[in-house]
């Protein structure tokens, strides 16, 4: 079995073992890596039935993997208002954990970021943070995705940024993926108990500190705030654990 069959299989396996257990936002990143495995074997086989064979399975699964995208796309779109919060301009103990604290519990499994701006330094730390939070509060994460808009700036720091990351969380047993998107407007966290949190300013609604040695400087439930609204919904059906 050629080196890319093999790949092929083992990410396709591994797709379908997660989707069966609800594991879909994994599932739907495996079975897009399968499916490119198995259209590169599909294309350097020579063999007619081979070939024909491989076509075969590459719409299966893409069949599927549209069924999952489906569902993700739905989850952010459905729904029922549980809380809603205005953050006042200037404002402070809005931290991340007073918003998104109550939600991020053991039943979440997944989290995916929609956030366009996480370029500057202040914006991945933002990220940074909300990571720790959910690695500290969520005991059975294994997955976090973060779509975001590609930085054609900067030497490519941002890319390198999101590596340290990946590779941080690794180390939690926490698999980190960076999908780039150029036309995203949405900012919002969905996690996999059916819990989607929306923020009119995303992650970045903080102010920057007015020193490095206020309170605030690193914790933010000291730091002032820009104004912003935001609007928790929960969905039983997206609920996944």
């Known amino acids: 079995m050629a080196t890319s069959q093999m790949m092929a299989v083992t990410l396709l396996t591994r797709a379908i073992e997660y989707d069966v257990v609800g594991r879909k936002l994994e599932a739907l990143k495996l079975y897009e890596d399968g499916i490119e ?4 074997e599909s294309k350097a086989e020579t063999d007619p039935k081979r070939k024909q064979h491989f076509q075969t399975k590459i719409l299966e699964y893409m069949n599927r993997a549209e069924q999952v995208k489906e569902l993700v796309t739905r989850w952010k779109s459905k729904g029922v208002i ?13 931290s991340y954990s007073r918003i998104f ?5 053991d039943e979440v499994h997944e989290v995916l ?3 366009p701006y996480v370029r500057d330094h202040y914006q991945v730390c933002n990220l940074v943070m909300f990571c ?3 690695v500290s509060n969520c005991r059975n994460v294994k997955y976090i995705q973060l779509q975001t808009v ?17 590779e941080s969380l690794h180390k939690h047993a926490v698999k980190f993926v960076v999908e780039y998107s150029e036309h995203m407007h949405d900012r919002q966290v969905i996690l ?8 009119g300013r995303g ?6 500190s007015p020193s490095k040695y206020s309170l605030g400087a690193f914790n933010y439930h000291f730091r002032e705030c820009r104004e912003t609204n935001v609007d928790v919904f929960y969905c039983p059906e997206n609920n996944k654990s």
């Open 203 to 208: 992650l970045n609604y903080f102010k920057p």
């Open 101 to 105: 604290g109550k939600y991020l519990t």
């Open 192 to 199: 996999s108990n059916g819990y989607v949190i929306k923020i």
């Open 113 to 115: 970021i929609e956030e």
């Open 37 to 40: 495995s198995l259209l590169k």
């Open 132 to 134: 720790e939070l959910v």
């Open 82 to 94: 549980s809380d809603k919060i205005h953050i006042v301009e200037g404002t402070t103990g809005y």
């Open 150 to 166: 590609k930085d054609t700036k900067n030497n490519n720091e941002q890319g390198r940024a999101f590596e340290t990351l990946k």
